[in-house]
């Protein structure tokens, strides 16, 4: 099969790098200078990838850019959504875009080491629009190019989107929580190293994001995080617009990871691209 890859970041090029070395035919579409001229041979790509920006900006998430890239993918063939969408985004694409076959399958790569992410999934999840067997068989194809992982799932799209915001979700709340373990250690004049040291020991723990100084500084930072969050928020106060506890609880976490990022200006202009100049 020849495997398409639209948008050359870090996500897209990784997986395009590991395909290629596991023998594929790849073909990588960006608007990169070395990338651009290949934007009509997607059409003939059996499987196409598509690793492409989606922003949350004040004036709310954007999905502009992977609807406007769908149309490169031939009749036919299969797209597979890497960015990260909101629930519903997936259906809501397969169903303007009809001569095609629509999945999503969320990525989990971390940019500091995402060539070793991609070519060793902890996890291969792939959501369909549609359970019919025509759909199976995208989704079985897809899967035996993927490189292996330990677990599997194939379920709807919609859970498939679900599944990748409560990963980013989870590390975000994760990191703003040991940040307040920090300052009450600090504040009581507490060795974080003993602390951090029994944390990282816990099997019970989920520890990755258990260090609240990391990278150029403290609190949920990167390209997904501060993003991503803001959106599963706005997601949240559409669909269940009556937990005002619940809204009271984002809000708390943001304005909280807000405060550590601007602490340590971490990643000021990413915080000011999704809240506004005036956050």
Not at 16 to 25: L, P, T, V, W
Not at 78 to 94: D, E, M, N, R
């Amino acid at each position: 099969m020849k495997i398409g890859f639209i948008g050359q970041g870090y996500i897209g090029k990784n997986y395009a790098d590991d395909f290629e070395k596991r023998g594929y035919e790849v073909i990588r579409y960006a608007l990169e200078p070395e990338y651009e001229g290949n934007k009509e041979k997607i059409k003939d790509c059996d499987i196409v990838f598509i690793a492409v920006p989606t922003p949350t900006t004040p004036e709310g998430f954007s999905d502009k850019i992977v609807r406007s890239v769908i149309p490169l993918v031939g009749p036919g063939k299969i797209a597979v959504i890497k960015s990260t969408i909101l629930p519903g985004t997936t259906k809501s694409i397969q169903a303007e875009n009809p001569s095609i076959i629509v999945l999503n399958s969320p990525e989990f790569l971390s940019e500091t080491t995402a060539a070793k992410d991609a070519a060793n999934p902890f996890s291969n999840i792939v959501g369909t629009p549609e359970d019919s067997p025509k759909y199976k068989e995208a989704t079985e194809k897809v899967l035996s190019v993927l490189p292996k992982a330990p677990y599997s799932l194939v379920c709807n799209s919609k859970e498939a989107e679900i599944i990748k915001y409560a990963h980013n979700g989870s590390a975000f709340v994760q990191i703003v929580f040991f940040n307040l373990m920090y300052d009450l250690a600090s504040s009581m004049e507490a060795d974080w190293e003993s602390i951090e040291e029994a944390i990282l020991a816990d099997p019970y723990i989920s520890n990755r994001y258990a260090r609240p100084v990391h990278k150029t500084g403290r609190g949920a930072g990167g390209n997904c995080f501060i993003k991503d969050f803001a959106a599963l928020v706005n997601k949240y106060k559409e669909v269940l617009p009556g937990d005002v506890n619940g809204h009271t609880l984002f809000k708390a976490l943001v304005d909280k990871n807000c405060d550590l990022l601007m602490s340590t200006e971490k990643d000021i202009e990413l915080l000011k691209g999704v809240y506004g100049r005036e956050q």
